[in-house]
């Protein structure tokens, strides 16, 4: 027996020397609690890694000891125990603080993700002929072009009031005729048809479209063929005569009736460039509210009346208001354009011509006001447009567009609000 651990009985064992924390030791005891009789032999320590301290009161009071020493004391198993219990744990409140302030972080990632917000598509579009809002299959429709009557005999005319572009200029004698543009309305009566001249058909390829006429001047018929224009001529069952009415003023068409000959001739839609467009602004203080062109005679002379509450143009020609034959409705266009154009005789016939290609003056109204400025076409194929006194695009407004070649600037006269 080692006699180091012997200690007299009559004696009180000299204290040692405290050791240094070791990792296993036992906790310091007072040495009279030891049996003297018997050597002190060191107490095997168990580390509970539970978390229960109901025992703690009844233990003795033990110094504390270095976090790191202490860990540095665990056993390989017991080290990964408690760095995975603190990973656990510091998870739990770093979860539970970004539930309670999502807002605190930016990049905390969204515990509830948003929902995708519907993407609506529009059911509508802007009709790349008037610029109303129509459906979008309606913008695939060809433009078709129809010549139609304004002789006193002809009127009211059917169906012109559903066009979406309308030119007038004389045809012959100072009787004018029109060449109306249709694509997303489709009206079920439109006439009298009349025949073609060759300054209509430099408007009408600017926009792609066939013609529908009964016959035409010498110039005219060549141009169709010149030009490779699709024709709709009056003798194909396409067009129909009404017995309401003297000849040549009757003939008549349809809208279905034009389509299917196009359909059945493979005339497809032809891409062209519309008007620019613009939303409607109606003038608080109107400065166009009468307009006149004086056009040829008192028969055929044009008046216009602003209408604020529809922000339009009532139309009358000859004195009176210009009527459509079904609707019983007074022509009303959004947009009236007076293009200065020179006008001469051009065949023994009295058959008229216009200086349609190149640029001249013009006056656009809308929204009760005038703009000056100038009309433009560079070639039969190029689309007419139109420039303000700066050089920029008129956007004109959505709805019936109505433009009259007028011979000079004083036969387009205008007057503010009384």
Do not use: C
């Not at 004389?170 to 005729?177: C, H, L, Q, Y």
């Not at 216009?304 to 009527?323: C, E, F, L, Q």
């Amino acid at each position: 027996m080692n006699n180091d651990f012997l200690v007299p009985q009559n004696k009180k064992p000299t204290p040692q020397p405290e050791p240094i924390d070791p990792p296993e030791a036992p906790a310091d005891e007072p040495m009279d609690a030891i049996d003297a009789s018997e050597p002190a032999a060191p107490k095997p320590i168990k580390i509970d890694m539970s978390l229960d301290d109901s025992n703690d009161k009844k233990a003795p009071k033990k110094k504390r000891r270095n976090p790191k020493q202490w860990f540095l004391g665990l056993t390989k198993k017991q080290k990964i125990i408690t760095v995975i219990v603190i990973i656990l744990v510091l998870a739990g409140i770093i979860g539970g603080l970004l539930l309670a302030f999502p807002g605190n972080t930016a990049t905390a990632p969204s515990v509830k993700k948003a929902a995708k917000a519907k993407v609506v598509k529009p059911t509508t579009e802007p009709s790349k002929l008037s610029g109303l809002q129509v459906k979008p299959e309606l913008n695939k429709r060809g433009v078709t072009g129809v010549m139609i009557e304004n002789s006193v005999f002809a009127r009211p005319q059917a169906g012109i009031i559903d066009a979406g572009v309308v030119f007038e200029a004389i045809a012959e004698g100072g009787i004018t005729r029109f060449l109306a543009l249709f694509q997303d309305t489709q009206p079920d009566s439109i006439g009298p048809v009349r025949s073609v001249r060759p300054y209509y058909l430099d408007w009408l390829q600017g926009f792609g479209a066939p013609i529908a006429h009964a016959g035409g001047s010498a110039a005219g018929l060549n141009k169709i063929k010149d030009d490779n224009i699709k024709d709709i001529n009056d003798n194909v069952p396409t067009f129909f005569r009404v017995d309401n009415r003297e000849a040549p003023h009757n003939l008549f068409t349809t809208s279905a009736k034009l389509d299917s000959y196009r359909t059945k001739n493979n005339y497809p839609a032809v891409a062209f460039k519309g008007f620019p467009r613009k939303k409607e602004q109606p003038s608080a203080k109107p400065t166009a509210k009468t307009i006149d062109f004086a056009i040829s005679s008192s028969d055929f002379n044009v008046h216009y009346d602003y209408d604020a509450t529809t922000n339009s143009y009532k139309r009358s020609v000859g004195g009176a208001p210009h009527m459509d034959e079904k609707s019983k409705v007074q022509i009303s266009p959004k947009v009236v354009i007076a293009n200065i154009m020179s006008y001469t005789i051009v065949d023994s016939q009295g058959h008229s011509g216009y200086n349609t290609i190149g640029s001249g003056q013009s006056y656009i109204f809308q929204d009760g006001n005038v703009t000056v400025g100038s009309w433009e076409k560079t070639s039969s194929t190029a689309q007419i447009t139109f420039k303000d006194s700066r050089g920029n695009d008129v956007k004109l407004n959505p709805g019936n567009t109505w433009i009259s070649a007028v011979n000079n600037a004083p036969s387009v006269t205008y007057t503010p609000a009384p």
